[in-house]
């Protein structure tokens, strides 16, 4: 049985792997790729395809906003029948980076997943996994929508294993710089800005982007002791500030000590928080 399959993913060396090794299957056509999240959605409306092999951290939209879009295009809308039938959900093959304790939060919710880089006879175990969920929906097809309670325990195992935060359990965060993916020790960044729905992370060495989706799911890694949300778009490390610099109608700004120096504006909801840290 031949199974059509997309590969989503922001780096093009691992598409070009992940596409020779399935083609070296023999089984699998793969019908599409896509570079991010939203190309993601619109191929899977397009080829409908058996299964999609998804980047879990991508800029923007990652794989889990992907799936909660494919979700929410399943929810009945005002003047809709309710009776309509869902569309199809595809089987979801995670592709990740994360350690041994994200891959059992995989496992405990019957998702499968390849680490990279990738392995043959791992992507031909995925590959004979998702024949296995098909033949068990009858043959039909893919299988149905993927229950929003799977997700959403995936989503909090991954953030809070075991109840305890991720910046608890480690000190260092990975930083994409360029197709390198680098452990950052948490001391060591200055600052980090959202922008388009972009989270950039400067060190005082060089700068990349963290695969987080959002500043407060970034926070959730870092030390709240250390880092401080000094404005909507800005997370800064407060022992990395170099200048406190007074702004017009009592506000002020942040200079940082990266090699740019960069200046960072204190909101007006954070100004008390500022003169509280350093008895301005």
């Known amino acids: 049985m031949t199974i059509s399959a997309l590969i989503i993913d922001d780096e093009q060396l691992a598409r070009e792997e992940l596409k020779y090794l399935l083609d070296s299957l023999g089984d699998v056509d793969v019908v599409a790729q896509g570079t991010n999240g939203i190309e993601a959605v619109g191929l899977i409306e397009e080829h409908h395809p058996d ?19 494919l979700l929410d295009r399943n929810k009945p809308k005002a003047g809709m029948s309710a009776g309509k039938e869902p569309e199809p959900m595809p089987q979801i093959v995670f592709a990740t980076a994360y350690d041994q304790y994200a891959v059992r939060a995989f496992d405990v919710n019957a998702v499968d997943y390849l680490l990279k880089p990738f392995d043959r006879t791992r992507v031909q175990q995925a590959v004979e996994r ?6 068990g929906n009858g043959g039909d097809g893919p299988a149905s929508v993927l229950p929003e309670s799977q997700i959403d325990a995936l989503l909090r195992l991954l953030n809070r294993p ?3 935060s ?6 260092k965060l990975i930083v994409q710089a360029q197709s390198r993916l680098l452990l950052v020790d948490q001391a060591d960044i200055c600052y980090a800005a959202i922008e388009e729905g972009v989270i950039r992370v400067a060190t005082q060495n060089f700068e990349g982007h963290s695969k987080c989706r959002t500043l407060e799911e970034l926070l959730d890694l870092l030390d709240p002791a ?16 170099r200048e406190v610099v007074p702004w017009f109608k009592s506000s002020y700004q942040l200079r ?3 090699k740019r120096q960069t200046e960072i ?16």
């Open 51 to 69: 299964v999609v092999f998804l980047d879990v951290q991508m800029p923007g939209l990652d794989g889990f906003a992907v799936i909660q879009r």
């Open 256 to 258: 940082m000590n990266d």
């Open 226 to 241: 250390v880092f401080w949300r000094a404005h909507r778009g800005f997370v800064v490390n407060i022992n990395h500030i």
């Open 166 to 171: 991720r910046a608890a359990q480690t000190n």
């Open 130 to 135: 998702v024949k296995g969920r098909m033949a």
């Open 162 to 164: 075991n109840g305890v």
């Open 265 to 280: 504006p204190v909101s007006r909801a954070q100004t008390k928080r500022l003169r509280e840290l350093f008895n301005l």
